[in-house]
């Protein structure tokens, strides 16, 4: 069975950065598509970035644009998320995802087409 452990959260002050790390382990990592999703308290789950097989064509939520980069390292099965100048509302658990899509070059940002979920790291960001 697939699981995905995340690492890296903490609490940082705004306009700092924090990597995330996400580690898949009881699969190919090259089938997967894979993505980064968050849920800050009271809020529904959203979208922050994702990445396709090959690990072209990454996509972001305008929230996140020019400010996080997500990567691949298929040698350590390993994903990460790269976060730059962080805001207050940055601050949510971070989840990171899976998706078995057939192009090795579509990133996705549907939430539907994710199949596998990691348990979350907390990333909490204060002024």
């Known amino acids: 069975q697939v699981q995905l452990i995340e690492s890296g959260g903490g609490l940082v002050q705004a306009g700092d950065s924090l990597k995330l790390s996400c580690i898949l382990s009881?699969?190919?990592?090259?089938?997967?598509?894979m993505g980064w999703f968050r849920q800050a308290p009271g809020k529904e789950r959203e979208f922050v970035a994702a990445?396709?097989?090959?690990?072209?064509?990454?996509v972001y939520a305008d929230s996140v644009q020019g400010r996080f980069t997500m990567s691949r390292d298929s040698a350590k099965n390993a994903v990460y998320l790269q976060m730059s100048s962080l805001k207050l509302e940055d601050t949510a658990v971070y989840y990171c995802?899976?998706?078995?899509?057939?192009?090795?070059?579509?990133?996705?940002?549907?939430?539907?087409?994710?199949?596998?979920w990691g348990q979350g790291t907390q990333v909490t960001v204060s002024s």
């Open positions: 990445i396709s097989r090959s690990g072209r064509n990454p």
């Open positions: 009881g699969g190919t990592f090259s089938s997967y598509a």
């Open positions: 995802t899976a998706a078995t899509i057939y192009s090795s070059t579509r990133s996705s940002a549907r939430e539907s087409e994710y199949i596998y």
